[in-house]
């Protein structure tokens, strides 16, 4: 089967993505007043102190504080735009197998959390969403079932989740081998592609993300703890190649169960297991590492 064939073949098993994000916005102002007395003549420099001391007064140098907090609180969340970087090798496996030797990433979900990484923690089982990513690369889920993007909208607003979304075929920028023969349209994206997104974002904020590794049965790309916002620049890094634990692994480029040979997305039997590192996984197959996979950018508004 050809590269170009096999990708149409893996977008009509997988269907269409969704893209979808939450953002919560708040603010605060404050306000202050002082006030003075009168008196009678014996009682003036009473008076007059008073209305000294209520020019003094504190409390509306707070207020104006508060507001300036406010508005640096503000300024300081900005558009970050994200790159997600196919740079591994066109002839990593052989020519034979259904990507033509190519290592190729799908489009993705992604949070913006404060707190623990809320797509898996290591060493404990994936979420029905993020089986549906890890093993078919679509993070809507499979049919009838909640996909990766749906969990984390539902998580918005508590567990430390600020914002969720995805990343879809229509973020695609570059892909020098779409097989639609233009440029956004393509998922997964071949080596030499690439997505970008934009997220609203603080300092102090994480982002976490997925994307599945094709060819795999559950191989996925991500950050282990969230990448922090910001320093920009190369966080490639914070990322590492994982095994959702849904599907038992078989060689790269082989079998029916694997994306994209696989019939239906569900194709494969259930592992059971849990989400760990692929470098922990011994199975004696060939992985390449995750810097030879993907290179992962952040470019706040305004950055070079």
């Not at 979900?109 to 060493?123: Q, R, V």
């Not at 049919?143 to 918005?156: I, R, S, T, V």
């Not at 994206?189 to 060819?215: C, H, K, N, T, Y």
């Amino acid at each position: 089967m050809s590269d170009d064939s096999s990708r149409r073949r893996f977008l009509a098993v997988v269907g269409s993505t969704t893209i979808a994000a939450l953002a919560g916005c708040s603010g605060a102002d404050g306000d202050g007043d002082g006030g003075g007395g009168t008196g009678t003549e014996s009682e003036s420099m009473d008076t007059e102190m008073t209305e000294t001391d209520a020019m003094t007064e504190p409390e509306p140098m707070d207020d104006g504080m508060t507001d300036t907090d406010t508005m640096d609180e503000e300024l300081a969340s900005v558009t970050v735009t994200v790159r997600v970087e196919n740079v591994a090798p066109t002839d990593f496996y052989g020519a034979e197998t259904p990507t033509g030797g190519a290592i190729w990433l799908t489009p993705g979900a992604f949070a913006i959390h404060t707190d623990e990484n809320p797509l898996f923690t290591e060493g404990e089982a994936a979420s029905t969403g993020l089986e549906a990513l890890a093993e078919a690369g679509t993070p809507t889920g499979f049919e009838n079932e909640p996909g990766l993007l749906g969990e984390l909208q539902q998580q918005a607003g508590r567990m430390g989740v600020v914002a969720a979304g995805a990343y879809t075929p229509d973020d695609t920028v570059a892909d020098p081998a779409d097989p639609m023969g233009e440029v956004p349209g393509a998922p997964p994206i071949a080596p030499g592609g690439a997505l970008e997104f934009d997220i609203e974002a603080a300092p102090g904020q994480r982002l976490s993300f997925a994307s599945m590794f094709v060819p795999s049965n559950d191989v996925f790309v991500a950050p282990a703890l969230g990448v922090e916002l910001w320093p920009d620049g190369d966080v490639t890094e914070r990322v590492d190649l994982w095994d959702a634990g849904t599907e038992p692994n078989t060689p790269p480029g082989e079998g029916p169960d694997q994306a994209p040979a696989q019939d239906t997305p569900t194709q494969g039997a259930d592992e059971n297991g849990v989400v760990r590192r692929l470098a922990d996984v011994d199975d004696s197959y060939e992985y390449p590492a995750a810097s030879d996979v993907v290179r992962v950018t952040l470019t706040p508004d305004g950055g070079v």
